[in-house]
Nanobody
Framework: QVHLVESGGGLVQAGDSLRLSCTSS????????MAWFRQAPGEEREFVAA??????TYADSVSGRFTISRDVAEKTLYLQMNKLKPEDTAVYYC???????????????WGQGTQVTVSS
């Protein structure tokens, strides 16, 4: 079982930046696809970004504002979020899986989530 722990969420104003982190217990961290999803109240969980080896992909709604990255030595996934908007408010989850996918069903391990709130 892979354990994922997110951190870095908080309350910010529109236009601000935040960096989320997700530490993994996986021994083969570099071999996993890692992703960020988010879920706003009353909404379904939605894809944000994913990375595997040197490939990454983003949801249209965050492309150009968010950057996903990973530190293999530290077994940590990051999400740098710039120019935050109120509509980015959600619980953000990191996930790991076998392949680079935008569908949450492609990921088998999930963290507990971290709240990001963007005020206008």
């Amino acid at each position: 079982q892979v354990h994922l722990v997110e951190s870095g969420g908080g309350l910010v104003q529109a236009g601000d930046s935040l960096r989320l982190s997700c530490t993994s217990s996986a021994r083969a961290f570099a071999s996993y696809a890692m992703a960020w999803f988010r879920q706003a109240p009353g909404e379904e969980r939605e894809f944000v970004a994913a990375i595997m080896f040197d490939r990454s992909t983003y949801a249209d709604s965050v492309s150009g504002r968010f950057t996903i990255s990973r530190d293999v030595a530290e077994k940590t996934l990051y999400l740098q979020m710039n120019k935050l908007k109120p509509e980015d408010t959600a619980v953000y989850y990191c996930a790991s899986g076998a392949g680079l996918r935008t569908d949450s069903r492609g990921y088998t391990n999930w963290g507990q989530g971290t709240q990001v709130t963007v005020s206008s």
